[in-house]
């Protein structure tokens, strides 16, 4: 017996490389304590703050250790700059106020991610030769940096009252469903929900294990099986595949990365829904973007925003004719990328992507796939088939490989390989179909289903849910797919 | 009238989700449901101390021992008896759900080994000889293997090691057509795809003839095939002879080029048996094309590239293949061949492809590879012999990475053949790191094998030639210091 509390204490404490993620039976526990303890504070505003902000703290702790207290010293300087920014009467004083703010914010995003990325720069444009640092990166550093920067140029633009509390405010940075992997929550949308009487409706709790579910479903069977089984290896090593192969594996990679992103968010949004918090939704079914424009309205949808209102408009939007309208859009586009990583693979993705929105821009292609169903299908394809070759870049190891992947695709298809695919992988084709299915379905569609999920009784729920852990366990512990070479 | 508040849902929901997930790690552990094999799942199993795995009470004679089975009792025979590897622990629910999604959970840095050759080793005394001489007389290892060594990985770091050694600069022999082109390093090599009829040793109905690469080309007419060096493997950037073995050739002539040169034409021998072409290039050369214009001018085996004598490794890779079937390859062929190569060593490096099969019938596996050794020594009867051991294959336990026990067994076979065999044995098993180490392997930073963990790539296969490479040169060395 003793054994298991010192298993259990081990569990309880930072373990490296082990973070606290929604699909750990470890979480299914800690969020199980979460809302049992929440009912005897939840009606009181300072407890249930309180009780949430030392919990979100803890799950923090779980998956970076100390470094939770980043998220606090970020937290104070945010809160103490809006504050006074609000005091002061004095324009110049409000500006460096702000510029205080973002550089602390900038500077503990630069210096946590982008510090080995611009000493190997550095040293591969042969100016400097440097040795890396050993640097952790705190999970989620990109997220809540983001978050509680909109919040101060917010009230520097008076668009937001500066939080009176302290603890609402870090409360709000720290809030445990989002802080990994977003979505990145506006100070503007949050702080009013910290205030209010918790409500939470049937409708709510329906849609929040419809979120879960499809989560589940999404992040820990469809992108995990099929990256480790197939899309993993040919990424690896292209050239040992057909191009039909890599086609496949880029079609597989599409659906994993969306499935993988979008499904922690969803899971985010229905765990808040749960304690009485909305987030907004993040991802709105990507691949049925008719353009790139459209594209970055349903993909990662808090960031694209984010971006947007806090880089674009800033640097001047359209408001500088169309010349600085174009520069504009290329730098939001090169740092959007630079903020998945801090490799220059990242910044040539988000360069593509820079470069299509401005050629749509220049031919009006938006409105010309607005006209009717056909030219809207059509738009779909191409759409679909650019994001791809952005992912391309966006994944494979080196620009060498992407390029191998490319070749293989055009001048080594062997489409004949399809019957012994299909044999070789049925669940990996299996998940990939499924996906882009459920993927394509119109939006009544899941409103329908949702609906059906809020009508179930409790246990019915439960059910559904537990069929559904399963299954991932069942995807977790699959053995590994065999490595196949097809004759051709 | 306000809505109902359902803030208190929640508890019931997750306190019904845990309940039944603790029901649900009562059922019967492992299960089967039209045919789909299920797995256990436990969400408390974590909490537990992992079970003890049920002791083995038969003995097998293929249990393997590491490398302890040649040790040799008092009167010099190996006894094969040591203790055997601990088992695994249980399923862990936790570390399950957290390894596979954090990807990153924490796996300890290969631990590379040094193995020295077991079995047989004084037979190899043919081979270390004949490398003390390796500047004076060319030394030819032929390496046998699976897709292991596909696109001359592996092959190509130790040719690369053994020429640093003793010298050389040859790439040695390549296919006429082949499917590994995209990742060959060593030689780009392009070819008429649509102009030569292939057939290899696994589906070959008509019998034709093959020598030790297991395949045969013929020209449909107007085929064509192209070898240059690459600039990846510094040693290999030139080619003096290209030499081109075929049989069963029609009065004809072939065209061939070096550099873009203006093409020259050679005629064929008509003679039976297999023949060799030798194409001089005027100076060193990058590149070669090679043309046949007449359909079915020639049964076609391979071409060996050379830039002067020293060591020259030949990669013969049979994808998808047990080993069992080299002797399909026609006797008195592969000893004429043999005749032009004259080998002083073969590596045999087989295995992978009969792990799912071995626990059915590991004395078959024996029996029949010892079969293909004592065939290939008729082939090459003066060359000396390594077999390599199958390499760490991973295995999901639950939601861990580990050996997979058909590795082990695979192993004890091997050894078997090899001690039956009587040649050498190197154990790549234990040089990677022993158990469970191809989960290292495939997380290494960079990483050495492919995520299928089962491949290497590139850098993965530089570690395997170089652990073996090292037990080559050290077996040298001592056996020169002895004399």
């Not at chain 2, 008729?378 to 760490?392: C, H, L, T, Y």
Request: glycine content about 6%.
């Amino acid at each position: 017996m003793p054994d298991v509390f010192e298993r259990f204490s081990e569990l309880l404490v930072y373990n490296s490389g082990e973070p606290l993620i929604f699909n750990s039976s470890f979480f299914l526990f800690f969020f199980f304590f979460c809302v049992l303890f929440y009912q005897f504070v939840v009606n009181h505003k300072r407890a249930r703050v309180l009780f949430l902000m030392t919990l979100s703290l803890y799950f923090y702790y779980k998956s970076s250790g100390f470094y939770f207290v980043l998220v606090i010293i970020s937290s104070i300087i945010d809160f103490v700059a809006a504050k006074w920014i609000v005091a002061t009467e004095v324009q110049t004083k409000k500006k460096s106020l702000l510029i205080f703010s973002l550089a602390t914010n900038l500077g503990l995003l630069g210096y946590f991610k982008y510090t080995n990325f611009f000493i190997d720069t550095l040293a591969s444009a042969n100016i400097a030769q440097l040795d890396f640092y050993d640097i952790f990166l705190p999970v989620g550093i990109s997220f809540f940096t983001f978050q509680s920067m909109s919040y101060t140029i917010d009230v520097y633009r008076g668009k937001l009252d500066a939080e009176k509390s302290f603890f609402d405010f870090l409360f709000f940075v720290s809030f445990f469903p989002q802080l990994v992997a977003g979505p990145i929550v506006r100070a503007s949308d949050f702080l009013p929900q910290i205030h209010k009487k918790i409500i939470v409706s049937k409708a709510d709790i329906g849609r929040a294990v419809f979120l879960i579910a499809a989560g589940l479903i999404k992040k820990a069977i469809i992108a995990d099986y099929i990256s480790v089984n197939f899309v993993d290896r040919v990424f690896e090593w292209p050239g040992r595949y057909t191009g039909f192969e890599n086609l496949m594996a880029l079609y597989g990679y599409a659906l994993q990365i969306y499935c993988d992103f979008s499904g922690y968010s969803d899971m985010a949004i229905g765990l808040a829904l749960l304690i009485g918090f909305k987030l907004p939704i993040n991802f709105n079914s990507p691949y049925q973007a008719a353009s790139i424009t459209e594209f970055w309205r349903r993909w990662h949808i808090s960031l694209s925003s984010w971006l947007k209102d806090y880089l674009y408009i800033t640097l001047g939007g359209n408001r500088n004719g169309k010349f600085r309208q174009y520069v504009n859009l290329a730098v939001t586009m090169l740092l959007g990328g630079l903020w998945h990583g801090a490799n220059w693979k990242f910044v040539v993705w988000g360069g593509i992507h820079g470069l299509v929105l401005a050629i749509e821009k220049f031919l009006n292609f938006p409105a010309w796939v607005g006209k009717n169903k056909i030219t809207r299908i059509i738009g779909i394809l191409i759409t679909f088939h650019i994001a791809n070759l952005c992912w391309i870049f966006f994944r494979a190891d080196s620009f060498e490989t992407g390029m191998i992947m490319i070749n293989q695709i055009l001048f080594f298809f062997n489409g004949s390989i399809l019957w012994q695919f299909l044999q070789g992988y049925p669940y990996v084709t299996l998940l990939i179909i499924v996906g882009f299915v459920l993927h394509f379905m119109p939006p009544s569609t899941e409103a329908r289903m949702e609906k059906f999920v809020t009508s179930m009784p409790l246990v019915v729920q439960a059910i559904y849910l537990v069929a559904i852990v399963w299954l991932v366990a069942q995807v977790k512990t699959a053995g590994i797919h065999p490595f196949i070479y097809f004759q051709f | 009238m306000e809505e109902k508040n359902y803030r208190n849902y929640p508890v019931y929901l997750f306190a019904t989700i845990i309940a039944l997930l603790y029901v649900i790690s009562f059922l019967p552990k492992e299960q089967q449901i039209f045919g789909v094999h299920l797995r256990h799942v436990d969400i408390l199993s974590d909490l537990k101390q992992p079970a003890e795995e049920a002791q083995k009470e038969t003995i097998d004679p293929y249990e393997y021992k590491g490398e302890d089975f040649w040790k040799k009792d008092d009167s010099g025979n190996i006894t094969g008896m040591s203790p055997v590897y601990a088992s695994i622990g249980g399923f862990d629910f936790i570390q399950a759900l957290i390894s596979a999604a954090s990807n990153s959970a924490p796996v300890a840095d290969p631990q590379f080994k040094n193995q020295e050759l077991n079995g047989n080793t004084d037979q190899m005394s043919y081979f270390y000889n004949n490398l003390k001489n390796a500047a004076k007389k060319p030394v030819r290892i032929a390496h046998f293997g699976d897709s292991i060594i596909g696109g001359d990985l592996i092959t190509m770091d130790i040719r690369d090691n053994l020429q640093k050694e003793f010298g050389g600069q040859s790439p040695g022999v390549l296919a006429i057509t082949s499917q590994d082109i995209k990742f060959r390093m060593t030689t780009e090599h392009s070819f008429a795809s649509d102009k030569w009829q292939t057939v290899d040793i696994n589906r070959n109905p008509k019998k034709l003839p093959m020598v030790a690469n297991g395949s045969v080309a013929i020209p449909k007419g107007g085929s064509w095939v192209e070898y240059a060096v690459t600039p990846h493997y510094k040693n290999l950037n030139a080619y003096k002879t290209v030499k081109i073995y075929y049989t069963d050739a029609k009065a004809s002539s072939i065209n061939y080029s070096f550099d873009g040169a203006p093409a020259k034409s050679v005629a064929l021998n008509t003679n039976a048996g297999v023949q060799e072409l030798v194409l001089n290039a005027p100076k060193p050369a990058k590149k070669v094309r090679i043309e046949f214009p007449v359909e079915g001018q020639a049964n076609v085996f391979c071409v060996s590239l050379e830039n002067g004598g020293g060591v020259i490794v030949d990669n013969f890779s049979f994808q998808g293949q047990t080993g069992e079937n080299l002797t399909r390859l026609p006797l008195d062929l592969l000893q004429q061949f043999n005749g032009y190569m004259d080998y002083s060593l073969v590596i045999l490096q087989f295995g992978l492809n009969v792990i799912d099969k071995i626990e059915k019938d590991p004395a078959g596996y024996d029996k029949n590879m010892v079969e293909v050794v004592k065939y290939l020594k008729q082939a090459f009867p003066k060359a000396s012999f390594v077999m390599m051991g199958v390499n760490d294959k991973g295995f999901k336990k639950g939601a861990n990475i580990v050996s997979d026990p058909s590795v082990l067994k695979l192993l004890a076979v091997q050894q078997s053949i090899a001690k039956n065999a009587d040649i050498a044995f190197w154990n790549l098993f234990e040089a990677m790191g022993g158990m469970n180490s191809m989960e290292s392997w495939v997380k290494a930073n960079p990483p050495l094998a492919s995520s299928d963990y089962t491949h290497f790539n590139d850098q993965g296969a530089r570690k395997v030639a170089d652990l073996f490479s090292a037990a080559l040169i050290d077996g040298y060395k001592e056996a020169k210091n002895k004399r």
